[in-house]
Every structure is written in structure tokens, then in C-alpha cells.
């Protein structure tokens, strides 16, 4: 089983759309609990949270590491809100936290691109966690040193409503 961080910078809407997404893989075993990351206290997500059993953390401009202390499992995929995972992308998780050891505790979600400077963003992006990535707790942590982050074969969209 795994947690979900999910950074919140679009509002409630947008978290209940990557929220709603996460159902199937609930239902499949796969996630087992979820921790939302706002950068101030707000009423309509702490509602939100309570609605959904999340935990809601302030961290500083989300931070995945004031997630990663809230998290109950140690494989974490974080997403900001108004991520959508696409199909498979389930059965992919599932099997790479079953196989892999801390020290390869970086994956990367393929993420659908458009524009130059989003591709060249994507193919030269440093190997630090961002959106779409299932990461160790301790690599977080910095108790282990990742590897050169492993692509999935899954693919992860932005809601267009969100951009």
C-alpha cells in the first residue's frame, strides 16, 4: 500500500478532482491513505480532508517532506491537485512497490507535454520530486540517495480545467 501526497495550489475543486481519481485504486488495495498539503489553514479543504479520511497538513509551499512525517505508508506518490492518473496506472504502481528497494525509491510518471519548453523542461528537469512521482519516505528524508528517478510505464494528465 502507498500514500498520496497531494499538494493543493488550484482550491478544493481541483484536490476533489485528483481525489475522485484515486477511488479505483483504493478500492484495488493499492492506496491506503491520503495527506493533503495546503501552504495556509482553509476551512473548505479541512472539510474536504474530514470528508475523504485525509490529514491535512500546512506545510510550507507544500512541502513533500511535512507530508512524508503525516504519511502512514513508506512508498508515497505525490501529485498536485488536478493530476489525473490514467489507466494502469494502478497495476504499474502496485507491481514496482512490490519489487523495488529503497534505494530505487524514485519513479516517474509519464506526463503528457505540449509546447517546446514544456518537453525540454520534462527531458532536462532535475531528479528532485515533483508531481507524478512515487518516492521512498526515506529518500525524502534524505536516508537514502535515489537512483536516476525509473520511468513508469504510466502516464499522468492535468485536468484541462486546472491547466
Not at 481525489?19 to 479505483?24: D, E, H, I, N, T
Not at 491506503?32 to 485525509?54: H, N, R, S, Y
Not at 528497494?101 to 517546446?116: I, K
Request: aromatic share 4%; net charge positive.
Amino acid at each position: 500500500m502507498i500514500t498520496v501526497l497531494v499538494r493543493v495550489t488550484h482550491g478544493p475543486e481541483a484536490l476533489a478532482a485528483t481525489l475522485s481519481a484515486l477511488v479505483p485504486a483504493v478500492a484495488a488495495g493499492l492506496v491506503g491513505d491520503a495527506v493533503i498539503l495546503a501552504e495556509k489553514p482553509d476551512d473548505t479543504l479541512a472539510t474536504v480532508a474530514d470528508a475523504v479520511g485525509a490529514t491535512l497538513v500546512v506545510a510550507p509551499k507544500g512541502s513533500w517532506l511535512e507530508g512524508a512525517k503525516a504519511a502512514r505508508r513508506d512508498w508515497l506518490l505525490c501529485l498536485d491537485d488536478g493530476d489525473i492518473p490514467q489507466e494502469g496506472w494502478i497495476r504499474v504502481l502496485d507491481r514496482f512497490v512490490a519489487l523495488s528497494r529503497p534505494d530505487q525509491g524514485l519513479a516517474r510518471m509519464r506526463r503528457q507535454r505540449t509546447g517546446l519548453a514544456n518537453a525540454l523542461r520534462g527531458l532536462f528537469a532535475r531528479s528532485s520530486v515533483r508531481g507524478g512521482d512515487l518516492v521512498h519516505r526515506r529518500v525524502l528524508a534524505n536516508e537514502v540517495r535515489a537512483r536516476m528517478p525509473v520511468r513508469l510505464a504510466a502516464t499522468i494528465e492535468r485536468d484541462p480545467v486546472f491547466g
